[in-house]
């Protein structure tokens, strides 16, 4: 569903990135310059970009998490914690990428950075969306969180790509749905599958799973002696997925199971 991770995390790099100007220049790092050492902002501030510029994410998250930590008022701090959350998602430590996300937002919710965090923590969400086949508890966090997003910054930069996976987020909900529904007909539990069914069309009918979704309404109410459920369910297959040959196999059951309904 998403680009590869290092175009992925050009993208945003370029977005988050402002460019900085700093006297001197950081010396030969190596790992241990991500334990404590104190140092004068800039310097950690670098030696952080220095390590993100080379896809070292982690140790990146960890200078800029010392940055905040050494020099919590400085300027530069505001900005660690922004670079420290981008740094955790680009290592895909998306928990850690959240919780930074989450205490910019905590200190600074007024900062014209906020849609950016706000961002960041959707994209967490969304790029951990497993199978339908399993429990979808991120998905609808995911769903959550690009909500919250496009409620609070709707002309933000990152609204338009929030509401695209928006809708991704929908199909996998309905899909689930259908999963669900599918199995409990199987099993014969036609109320049950009914009411899954019924859930795809209420609250996903803008979803690719809607025909599905309204042909497995006419099997299911058939099965339970409803003919007339049966029969509306089937027109309005007919009305809006004419060509669809989820709507052929409604009208063949229609014709052969309740033919004067």
Not at 8 to 15: F, H, K, N, Q, S
Not at 219 to 225: H, K, Q, V
Not at 229 to 237: I, M, N, Y
């Amino acid at each position: 569903m998403t680009a590869s991770p290092m175009r992925r995390v050009a993208l945003l790099a370029a977005v988050l990135l402002p460019a900085i100007l700093v006297a001197g220049c950081a010396r030969n790092q190596n790992r241990a310059d991500t334990q404590y050492v104190a140092r004068d902002v800039s310097t950690l501030y670098m030696a952080g970009k220095q390590r993100l510029d080379r896809g070292r994410f982690a140790e990146a998250a960890i200078l800029f998490d010392e940055v905040e930590r050494q020099h919590p008022y400085s300027p530069w701090a505001r900005r660690a914690q922004l670079m420290s959350a981008f740094s955790y998602y680009a290592a895909r430590d998306y928990t850690k990428s959240i919780q930074s996300a989450q205490r910019f937002l905590s200190i600074h919710p007024g900062n014209r950075d906020a849609p950016y965090a706000y961002y960041l923590i959707a994209l967490c969400y969304y790029e951990q969306i497993s199978d339908v086949t399993r429990d979808q508890k991120i998905t609808l966090q995911a769903n959550d969180a690009l909500g919250e997003l496009i409620r609070r910054f709707p002309d933000s930069r990152y609204a338009a790509d929030a509401r695209l996976k928006l809708d991704l987020v929908a199909d996998h909900l309905a899909g689930k749905e259908m999963e669900i529904g599918r199995f409990y007909q199987r099993r014969r539990e036609w109320i049950a599958a009914t009411m899954r069914f019924r859930k795809v069309i209420d609250t996903y009918q803008a979803t690719s799973h809607t025909p599905e979704a309204l042909h497995r309404l006419v099997e299911s109410y058939l099965a339970l002696g409803m003919p007339e459920e049966a029969k509306r369910a089937a027109a309005v297959l007919g009305k809006n997925y004419p060509d669809s040959t989820w709507y052929e196999r409604s009208y063949r059951l229609m014709q052969q199971y309740a033919p004067n309904a």
